[in-house]
């Protein structure tokens, strides 16, 4: 297994990603660990990521210096290139010639790293976002690629096993990133690349048993979603009826959904269920509420208060379980004051008060959602849960931009359900990643049939993506949007125009809050 050290960048995730899919298993820990935890990991190799400090600020972030003193091959990307290089004694500095995007290195050496993919003489394209760089080598060094912007682009020193990127193989635009990934893990350390969905099923149970206990008991909040559906089903395999999984209702789902999830897990799963129908308590509370951050700090503590009295209802549980995902833990890393930039709060990370004084457990904190889905399909999760789209905590509240009504709620409801009954039929469902209605709070006017009609327009979103990090817009044909519209504008009243939304992520982000 490989150890990742995260200097905070925005793409350190997609390195864990990268070495799963060659079959390595890894973890990514903030920079900080310890040498002793380390060295208690025992990995066969460790990465250092990328990262927004400059090696010139003072107090910087370093690795362990006992990192580069355990014997294993050590990568640094990006940052930790830079931090790696000034540890080992060479020297680095601020430069104004940012790097940024797309660059094309000149190959001129060779090394264990590139072997087999880029060849001395080569011209090579990466893709670089940095603003330091190294201005002397470490000893032991030599470079293997330049770049205009980076003379250093890559640097080796095979006796150790010491790499150093300046350009991120582990996006995809850097074409044979992840072949250069796979030289590091397989070649240089060894990997022999055998981890599976299975034995992460058979490892995670493990891992659960043990930090529960024999005795401990586990709540876990049950939205119907993939990921907290395949976080019941795991921990009910793991604990049986030491599970209870609370389903709050809070009013903003899917038509039809909140039956749904009670059918599945309490007649089809057996497992433990309570269910309450939070419905008045949200809406109350939402009355008059316009701003986004504000709607999904209401629903994240309402949410955390309910569940909190139908878990003390139960007689309390030592520990709680969320389905938190691997991009939800990065995405909202700056709110626990690591170094990335908050974009959304999603309410369904760290949000627990202290003196709930309950353990927390999040067996899926490791994966993607696409990787949560071959576990979900491991687990025997019925393929219409496993390939659902994902849908956000706060639910419709963030699909309603204005304030959220009953009223409103139950318009887009209804529009959201003929768009998805719209993509079913056509066969796109499983292709597209999310897809939506979202209900403007504008009235515009139109005519029906005779008489002069002022509703709400609605927007429809759906947008392909691998890991909701990006996202590109799902090119429907037009007779497709037509008819939808046409359906839309006809069976729901209250909705009298249809747009399709055609932003990409970046720059817009998926939902509209
Ligand atoms: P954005 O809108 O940030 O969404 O591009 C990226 C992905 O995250 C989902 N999302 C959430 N999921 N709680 C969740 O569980 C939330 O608060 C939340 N906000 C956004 C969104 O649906 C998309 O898949």
Redesign the pocket.
């Known amino acids: 297994r490989v150890l990742i050290l995260d200097f905070g960048s925005q793409v350190t995730q997609l390195i864990a990603r990268r070495l799963r899919e060659t079959g390595v298993y890894c973890e990514i820990w903030p920079f900080t660990a310890s040498a002793e935890r380390i060295a208690g990991f025992a990995p066969r190799g460790i990465i250092l990521s990328g990262g927004p400090a400059s090696t010139s600020d003072a107090g910087s972030p370093r690795a362990a210096q006992e990192v580069f003193g355990m014997g294993v091959p050590v990568l640094g990307i990006c940052y930790g290139q830079m931090t790696m290089a000034l540890q080992l004694g060479g020297k680095a500095e601020g430069s104004d010639h940012r790097e940024f995007g797309a660059a094309d290195v000149d190959v001129f050496g060779d090394c264990a790293l590139t072997s087999g993919i880029w060849a001395p003489g080569a011209r090579e394209r990466v893709w670089m976002s940095h603003g330091d760089r190294i201005i002397e080598l470490p000893p032991g060094f030599r470079v293997v690629a330049r770049s205009e912007g980076a003379p250093y682009a890559l640097i080796a020193d095979d006796e150790r096993r010491f790499y150093g990127t300046m350009f991120h193989p582990e996006v995809v635009h850097t074409p044979h990133g992840a072949a250069l990934l796979r030289n590091f893990t397989h070649g240089v350390c060894g990997c022999t690349g055998d981890w599976t969905m299975a034995g992460f099923r058979a490892e995670e149970i493990a891992r659960i048993r043990a930090k529960v206990g024999p005795e401990g008991r586990v709540v876990c909040g049950l939205s119907g979603g993939v990921d907290s559906s395949v976080a019941a089903v795991l921990l009910h395999e793991a604990i049986g009826d030491r599970l209870t999984c609370i389903f709050v209702d809070h009013g903003l789902l899917r038509a039809g959904e909140a039956d749904q999830v009670v059918a599945t897990f309490r007649d089809r799963f057996n497992i433990k269920l309570v269910h309450r129908d939070a419905r008045d308590l949200f809406l109350g509370q939402l009355s008059g509420v316009t701003d986004p951050e504000q709607k999904?700090k209401i629903i994240g503590r309402l949410f955390i208060e309910v569940f909190e009295e139908e878990q003390s209802i139960l007689g309390g549980a030592d520990f709680l379980a969320q389905g938190t995902l691997y991009p939800?833990v990065i995405e909202s890393v700056s709110a626990t004051g690591g170094p990335s930039v908050t974009?959304?709060s999603?309410?369904?990370v760290g949000g627990l008060p202290e003196h709930m004084r309950m353990g927390l457990v999040e067996p899926l904190r490791e994966l993607f959602k696409d990787e949560v889905r071959v576990l979900g399909r491991e687990l025997g999760l019925p393929e219409e849960i496993v390939g659902r789209h994902?849908?956000?905590?706060?639910g419709m509240a963030?699909r309603i931009p204005g304030e959220v009504t009953a009223e409103r709620v139950a318009i887009l409801q209804k529009a959201d359900l003929i768009f998805l009954d719209e993509i079913r039929k056509a066969g796109l469902y499983d292709v597209i990643w999310?897809a939506f209605a979202v209900l403007l709070p504008v009235r515009t006017v139109g005519v029906m049939g005779d008489g002069r009609s002022y509703d709400f327009a609605c927007a429809l979103r759906a947008v392909t993506s691998t890991d909701?990090m990006t996202a590109e817009v799902y090119p429907f044909e037009m007779a497709f949007l037509t008819r939808t519209s046409g359906r839309i504008v006809n069976e729901v009243r209250g909705i009298n125009r249809v747009t399709y939304d055609i932003t990409s992520?970046p720059p817009g982000?998926?939902?509209w809050e």
């Open positions: 999904r939800d974009i959304k999603h309410h369904n994902p849908f956000p905590g706060p963030i999310q909701g992520k982000t998926i939902e």
